[in-house]
């Protein structure tokens, strides 16, 4: 058998370090710390701009700052607006009810899952999809919905939401088949997430 070489060990692809004197940043990286060997032949004075090279060669190097005239022109604040307390108060109960109003209608369609099954004729294995489908479409578009929010703004997707959820949550019951109840529910669940 013939002798390994590093090439056959990888797979004909070996990456080896190259030599301790070779080595192209070999130099560079011992003037981290600020010392330089003697016998090197880069001197600190080559790595800084021509501004700080006859300096002490241990002052910091600090970049030159631009002169007041030349700064960029930063934006102005943005305008802090004050909520009395009745105005904070009402978004705060606006926003608490639609929570509560969001998890009651969940709790409420549990309850009348039996009557519906007997009225539309359901299979007991499609009932759980009533339930599921406003789950799933929720869970699915509270990401979307955020990101909504961030680009138009909290006040306008919150309205659309709670527009959207009122609409399908009083459109679902005059379904006549069990499928229309599975599709306003998972509609009412996007509603839901945006709010």
């Known amino acids: 058998m013939t002798e390994r070489t590093a090439d ?5 692809s070996a990456i080896l370090p190259p030599a301790p004197g070779v080595a192209p940043l070999g130099t560079a990286m011992e003037t981290v710390g600020g010392v330089v060997p003697k016998n090197s032949e880069l001197q600190r004075n080559d790595l800084l701009p021509d501004d700080h090279k006859d300096k002490d060669a241990l002052a910091p190097y600090v970049p030159p700052s631009l002169p007041k005239d030349e700064e960029e022109p930063s934006e102005p604040p943005l305008p802090v607006r004050e909520l009395s307390r009745a105005r904070l108060v009402a978004i705060a109960s606006v926003a608490t009810f ?39 479409t929720f869970g699915c578009f509270l990401l979307l919905a955020g990101r909504l929010a961030d680009i138009h703004g909290r006040k306008l997707v919150f309205l659309c939401g709670a527009f959207w959820y009122g609409i399908w949550t009083l ?25």
């Open 171 to 195: 459109v679902g019951p005059f379904f006549p088949n069990g499928a229309g109840l599975v599709v306003s529910r998972a509609l009412s669940g996007c509603g839901a997430a945006l709010t």
């Open 8 to 12: 056959t060990l990888a797979g004909a």
């Open 98 to 136: 639609t929570m509560v109003l969001s998890a009651m209608g969940n709790s409420a369609l549990n309850i009348a899952l039996p009557t519906i099954q007997v009225e539309l004729e359901m299979k007991e294995t499609d009932l759980q999809w009533i339930s599921s489908a406003y789950s799933l």
